[in-house]
């Protein structure tokens, strides 16, 4: 039976390391100096002179504690808006009836079709008008209706049974009230899914952004380590493999600490009608 099961394991194990593997060079190349990695490239694991030369260079010309509150800030209200917002249009679409439903999720699928780089001239036409260039809330506010959120969360809402909605009108609950304390409760699993993949598309996100943020003081962790980048005369791989290695660490820590939730709701969809 383990015989069997040799080639399976096999290939889980050259997958875990093929992921791993640029993750553990990265670490090992941020404490390298820049002759050592142009010359031994991917040869030398370890590194033969460790140095903090480049996380000292980062702390000094990058501040980092005013980009990652930044972040946080960010990634943290986008998740929690978008979540909340796909779970009561997911919710809408399960349980109400009304005209031009099938239009609605029909324009929810089809937002799912477009490439993300189509929307951004109408996007930032958009926050122009609404005058949010160089805030916060034109990296908040875009992302708070997502297709993809909202249709999963339809699935999911689903499966709540009628009845628990219907005792909870008989109860005299409010429609949100019945939202908030009945429907959501029993969502958990694919509702912290949510929240997490859609915290750590925001933490990633780059290109928008560099498009609407001006001020360097409002700059995120990924425009800020491209502007250090951009800036060192000299292409210095050790400042940036240190640099990518602080800005995803704690999604990396994030992950590792949910990650039961995470699995647990990707994996209650695959039993879900």
Not at 18 to 23: A, E, K, N, W
Not at 105 to 132: D, E, Q, R, W
Not at 180 to 190: A, D
Not at 260 to 273: D, H, M, P, Y
Request: proline letters at 5%; zero cysteines.
């Amino acid at each position: 039976m383990v015989l069997r099961r040799l080639p399976i394991y096999g290939l889980l194990l050259f997958m875990a390391i093929f992921s791993i593997g640029p993750f553990v060079w990265m670490l090992s190349g941020s404490f390298k100096k820049q002759s050592e990695i142009t010359d031994s490239g991917l040869g030398t694991l370890i590194p033969k002179h460790p140095t903090t030369f480049n996380y000292r260079f980062l702390a000094e010309h990058v501040d980092f504690g005013g980009y990652f509150v930044n972040t946080v800030f960010v990634a943290s209200m986008s998740a929690l808006v978008a979540t909340l917002v796909s779970a009561m249009g997911g919710y809408a679409l399960a349980k109400y009836s009304f005209r031009g439903k099938r239009i609605v999720t029909a324009i929810a699928l089809g937002t799912m079709l477009l490439p993300p780089v189509v929307l951004l001239a109408p996007l930032f036409k958009l926050v122009y008008a609404l005058h949010l260039i160089d805030t916060f809330w034109a990296l908040i506010i875009p992302g708070a209706a997502s297709g993809f959120g909202i249709l999963i969360m339809r699935q999911y809402v689903q499966s709540v049974p009628n009845d628990l909605i219907d005792a909870g009108r008989i109860d005299g609950l409010g429609e949100f009230r019945i939202f908030w304390s009945v429907v959501l409760p029993l969502v958990r699993p694919i509702l912290s899914a949510l929240l997490i993949f859609t915290f750590l598309g925001a933490w990633n996100n780059y290109l928008w952004p560099m498009i609407v943020l001006r001020d360097e003081d409002n700059y995120l962790l990924t425009v800020a380590l491209t502007n250090v980048v951009a800036s060192i005369h000299q292409q210095e791989y050790g400042v940036i493999l240190g640099g990518t290695l602080i800005s995803i660490a704690p999604i990396i820590f994030l992950f590792l600490a949910l990650q039961r939730e995470f699995i647990s709701g990707l994996t209650l969809g695959a039993v879900k009608q």
